[in-house]
């Protein structure tokens, strides 16, 4: 099957089932849920409904015979959050007894992140900040808020204060044999939304934009922001951030890590914080990033991860406040490429790195307030 063979939600679908053995949000079944209730949104028919509930079965189905890790993007947390996305499009999509297996585990999961796990680290892909993007998916108001402010209370634990602000630093133990010795004992501050700070300042924005923060939550935000603000450094090959604290050197322009990832938090917390100052500083980084050369970006696919479609995203959200010429020259490049095809994809047809979050990328629709199907990638703003 061609790259350009995957561009349709028919395709797809009959990759997800030729590979029921995948059923994560990143590169799997409920990736595909995902797009399909958001498809089913914009145009309901009677074969994406069915679509719908074919796909449904294999989810439950996996939930029934695996023991699955407690994550966003690879584990059970993010099949929860493409029910939720599905029954927040319609709730007749999701049956009543996956409804109610929704509901009954509510309370298992804000145990099991109460419980401190030493492996739940901070991230959004694996870890506590993911868990608490299902909040701001959950469609119960009142569950929401508890899983949400167990969440924000044990990610106030795992945080530091620092100079300028507050800090999530990842410990050694989260890092692969790649990272350099010093980080790997001491651990350091990951730049990038998927896995450091950004990631929990879009967490603590969104719960403050959609009414599920607690007292301290607006404080955390502030301080978390002013910490991303002061870790700004000298540029390097067109970046002022590198992919973490004790690195020297440049990085590439995705979602995941750069200068836009951190922009775009930064842009959020602004919008959260009614900081104009903030926001400012957001748009000045990221049109600085935009006009460097086209080399130094890095973009090697298409991909929401770290390609086209994920800076497109991204920077078509920016572009909703302030339509800035180089956020619109750098879109329609972006579009562009897209449309040629001249870097595909391998086959892949995962939301996270394939062709999945593309299509979803490019059919993206009016906002659902906190249950846009972006919350897992950027919490909706």
Same mark, same amino acid.
């Given at each position: 099957?061609?790259?350009?063979?995957?561009?349709?939600?028919?395709?797809?679908?009959?990759?997800?089932?030729?590979?029921?053995?995948?059923?994560?949000?990143?590169?799997?079944?409920?990736?595909?849920?995902?797009?399909?209730?958001?498809?089913?949104?914009?145009?309901?028919?009677?074969?994406?409904?069915?679509?719908?509930?074919?796909?449904?079965?294999?989810?439950?189905?996996?939930?029934?015979?695996?023991?699955?890790?407690?994550?966003?993007?690879?584990?059970?947390?993010?099949?929860?959050?493409?029910?939720?996305?599905?029954?927040?499009?319609?709730?007749?999509?999701?049956?009543?007894?996956?409804?109610?297996?929704?509901?009954?585990?509510?309370?298992?999961?804000?145990?099991?992140?109460?419980?401190?796990?030493?492996?739940?680290?901070?991230?959004?892909?694996?870890?506590?900040?993911?868990?608490?993007?299902?909040?701001?998916?959950?469609?119960?108001?009142?569950?929401?808020?508890?899983?949400?402010?167990?969440?924000?209370?044990?990610?106030?634990?795992?945080?530091?204060?620092?100079?300028?602000?507050?800090?999530?630093?990842?410990?050694?133990?989260?890092?692969?044999?790649?990272?350099?010795?010093?980080?790997?004992?001491?651990?350091?501050?990951?730049?990038?939304?998927?896995?450091?700070?950004?990631?929990?300042?879009?967490?603590?924005?969104?719960?403050?934009? @959609?009414?599920?923060?607690?007292?301290?939550?607006?404080?955390? !935000?502030? %301080?978390? =922001?002013?910490? #991303? &603000? $002061?870790? *700004?450094?000298?540029?390097?090959?067109?970046?002022?951030?590198?992919?973490?604290?004790?690195?020297?050197?440049?990085?590439?322009?995705?979602?995941?890590?750069?200068?836009?990832?951190?922009?775009?938090?930064? @842009?959020?917390?602004?919008?959260?914080?009614?900081?104009?100052? !903030?926001? %400012?500083? =957001?748009?000045? #980084? &990221? $049109?600085? *990033?935009?006009?460097?050369?086209?080399?130094?970006?890095?973009?090697?696919?298409?991909?929401?991860?770290?390609?086209?479609?994920?800076?497109?995203?991204?920077?078509?959200?920016?572009?909703?406040?302030?339509?800035?010429?180089?956020?619109?020259?750098?879109?329609?490049?972006?579009?562009?490429?897209? =449309?040629?095809?001249?870097?595909?994809?391998?086959?892949?047809?995962?939301?996270?790195?394939?062709?999945?979050?593309?299509?979803?990328?490019?059919?993206?629709?009016?906002?659902?307030?906190?249950?846009?199907?972006?919350?897992?990638?950027?919490?909706?703003?």
């Amino acid at each position: 099957m061609s790259p350009a063979d995957l561009n349709t939600e028919e395709a797809q679908h009959d990759a997800m089932l030729a590979r029921p053995e995948e059923i994560s949000l990143a590169n799997g079944a409920a990736g595909t849920l995902l797009l399909q209730a958001h498809l089913y949104g914009l145009a309901p028919t009677a074969a994406r409904r069915a679509r719908i509930a074919e796909t449904i079965e294999v989810l439950v189905a996996a939930v029934q015979s695996r023991d699955l890790p407690v994550t966003l993007w690879t584990g059970l947390v993010g099949i929860l959050y493409a029910f939720e996305y599905a029954h927040a499009v319609d709730p007749a999509l999701l049956p009543s007894p996956v409804a109610a297996f929704v509901a009954d585990i509510d309370e298992l999961l804000a145990g099991y992140v109460a419980r401190r796990d030493a492996s739940l680290g901070f991230d959004l892909i694996t870890g506590l900040a993911g868990i608490g993007t299902y909040a701001l998916m959950r469609s119960d108001g009142g569950a929401a808020r508890e899983l949400y402010r167990t969440v924000e209370s044990v990610l106030a634990e795992q945080s530091e204060s620092a100079a300028a602000g507050r800090v999530w630093r990842t410990a050694g133990r989260f890092l692969g044999p790649l990272a350099p010795a010093e980080s790997r004992k001491h651990g350091h501050v990951d730049l990038g939304v998927a896995h450091g700070l950004p990631g929990v300042v879009l967490l603590l924005a969104g719960a403050l934009r @959609h009414g599920l923060a607690t007292g301290d939550t607006t404080r955390y !935000l502030r %301080e978390g =922001a002013a910490a #991303l &603000v $002061a870790l *700004r450094g000298e540029p390097v090959d067109g970046a002022c951030y590198p992919y973490y604290s004790s690195q020297r050197g440049g990085s590439r322009l995705a979602w995941c890590y750069g200068d836009l990832s951190v922009g775009f938090a930064l @842009h959020a917390a602004g919008a959260a914080l009614s900081d104009p100052a !903030l926001g %400012e500083t =957001a748009h000045v #980084l &990221v $049109a600085e *990033r935009l006009a460097q050369p086209d080399e130094s970006f890095g973009l090697a696919d298409h991909a929401l991860c770290h390609g086209h479609a994920g800076v497109l995203h991204l920077v078509g959200k920016m572009a909703r406040e302030r339509a800035e010429p180089v956020y619109l020259r750098r879109m329609a490049a972006w579009r562009a490429a897209i =449309a040629d095809g001249a870097q595909p994809l391998a086959g892949h047809t995962g939301l996270l790195e394939g062709s999945g979050g593309v299509l979803l990328a490019l059919q993206d629709g009016v906002a659902r307030g906190r249950h846009h199907w972006d919350v897992c990638l950027c919490m909706g703003f």
